[in-house]
T-cell receptor
Framework: SQKIEQNSEALNIQEGKTATLTCNYTNYSPAYLQWYRQDPGRGPVFLLLIRENEKEKRKERLKVTFDTTLKQSLFHITASQPADSATYLCALDMNRGSTLGRLYFGRGTQLTVWP | KAGVTQTPRYLIKTRGQQVTLSCSPISGHRSVSWYQQTPGQGLQFLFEYFSETQRNKGNFPGRFSGRQFSNSRSEMNVSTLELGDSALYLC???????????????FGPGTRLTVT
């Protein structure tokens, strides 16, 4: 069956450290992978998008990698801050030329950054 | 630019009733997707509309339906409500234009539906 797994439901780290979140998938061949942040009671907010032929993408303190051989994406937040505490979702996009218009979401990892 | 708006924000219904949720996308966005989010299942795709046409549909029963108007606003309807339909219903808009590209989705705040 098709699966998207995000590492442990919860991740707790100390402020200033690097948070690393994992997204593993099986039986998919996504052309793109997206990461979102969701705060309690709010809709997800888009963070980064990476294509299958890109190894790494960066935006300020965020970095995402995409390994299609391992079927894995890693999401890093460097110099983490308490304000980074939220649930982070990975989403797979299978779009390869057809306008599929849908994303497959993982269950998310709840990140808590403590002072 | 105004964000995605959803109405109502909260709703309490009784089993067997029906409900209609509304979504107004970001101006210029023609793609509107609907998702159901529950603690047990996470975010699950319901359907996606583009220029008033349903382009994609998730694995939900026929009680879940939707439509999109010419101004890109969208509604979803759930008939014969069941207790298990209690969830956060999220609407997301995107450009969703040419094939072969991936577009970030802009989510609304959601409608919290409780079925008693």
């Amino acid at each position: 069956s098709q699966k998207i797994e995000q590492n442990s439901e919860a991740l707790n780290i100390q402020e200033g450290k690097t948070a690393t979140l994992t997204c593993n998938y099986t039986n998919y061949s996504p052309a793109y992978l997206q990461w979102y942040r969701q705060d309690p009671g709010r809709g997800p907010v888009f963070l980064l998008l990476i294509r299958e032929n890109e190894k790494e993408k960066r935006k300020e303190r965020l970095k995402v990698t995409f390994d299609t051989t391992l079927k894995q994406s890693l999401f890093h937040i460097t110099a983490s801050q308490p304000a980074d505490s939220a649930t982070y979702l990975c989403a797979l996009d299978m779009n390869r030329g057809s306008t599929l218009g849908r994303l497959y979401f993982g269950r998310g990892t709840q990140l808590t950054v403590w002072p | 630019k105004a964000g995605v708006t959803q109405t109502p924000r909260y709703l309490i219904k009784t089993r067997g009733q029906q409900v209609t949720l509304s979504c107004s996308p970001i101006s210029g966005h023609r793609s509107v997707s609907w998702y159901q989010q529950t603690p047990g299942q996470g975010l699950q795709f319901l359907f996606e509309y583009f220029s008033e046409t349903q382009r994609n549909k998730g694995n939900f029963p026929g009680r879940f339906s939707g439509r999109q108007f010419s101004n890109s606003r969208s509604e979803m309807n759930v008939s014969t409500l069941e207790l298990g339909d209690s969830a956060l219903y999220l609407c997301a808009s995107s450009l969703g234009l040419a094939g072969g590209q991936s577009y970030e989705q802009y989510f609304g705040p959601g409608t919290r539906l409780t079925v008693t």
